[in-house]
């Protein structure tokens, strides 16, 4: 079965202090690997999409890497804007998004 | 451009009853994902729709059952309500049907069983 593992469970910054998040997968037949931001009591933001192992993408502040295993969010200099739940998800052969449990990330000023 | 939107945005309902939650697709988008996502977890996906047929369902029983329509937009309903149920019922939309394709979210629809 397919598994999305996300760590830490809570991250708690200060605003400038840079520092990444995890999602590590395991899947059969990966067909992308998906960012979100979470406001409370609301949709998803998307984020970034990657695709195979070595892509990069960057969007101010944040930026994606993947390995054939796991991704990573790199939050550079923070602000308390970026505070929310980040979510990574999995898109596999059988068409689902499989969401890990998100990181929840508190940047105080 | 149009983002997706669902409506209602809360709701209440007791246990037995049924519900029926709705989605307008992003413009230009034919297909519709519905997951649902309890406190504090991830969201799980319950099915997919591309071009009015079901292409994709995740664990859930067949009391919860969709539909889309010729528009592209989409109903989730969910008969026989379990306290279990409340949650955020997330809608999500994209172009393609099942590739890899980018999910855009919505704002979601509050259930709270009672």
């Known amino acids: 079965e397919d598994q999305v593992t996300q760590s830490p469970e809570a991250l708690r910054l200060q605003e400038g202090e840079s520092s990444s998040l995890n999602c590590s997968y395991t899947v059969s037949g990966l067909r992308g690997l998906f960012w979100y931001r979470q406001d409370p009591g609301k949709g998803p933001e998307f984020l970034f999409t990657l695709y195979s192992a070595g892509e990069e993408k960057e969007k101010e502040r944040l930026k994606a890497t993947l390995t054939k295993k796991e991704s990573f969010l790199h939050i550079t200099a923070p602000k308390p804007e970026d505070s929310a739940t980040y979510l990574c998800a999995v898109r596999t052969n059988d068409y689902k998004l499989s969401f890990g449990a998100g990181t929840t990330v508190t940047v105080r000023a | 451009e149009t983002g997706v939107t669902q409506s209602p945005t809360h709701l209440i309902k007791t246990r037995g009853q049924q519900v029926t939650l709705r989605c307008s697709s992003q413009s230009g988008h034919n297909t519709v994902s519905w997951y649902q996502q309890a406190l504090g977890q991830g969201p799980q996906f319950i099915f997919q729709?591309?071009?009015?047929?079901?292409?994709g369902r995740g664990n859930f029983p067949p009391r919860f059952s969709g539909l889309q329509f010729p528009n592209y937009s989409s109903e989730l309903n969910v008969n026989a309500l379990e306290l279990d149920d409340s949650a955020l019922y997330l809608c999500?939309?994209?172009f393609g049907g099942g590739g890899g394709e980018t999910q855009y979210f919505g704002p979601g629809t509050r259930l709270l069983v009672l």
């Open positions: 999500a939309s994209s």
């Open positions: 729709y591309y071009r009015e047929e079901e292409n």
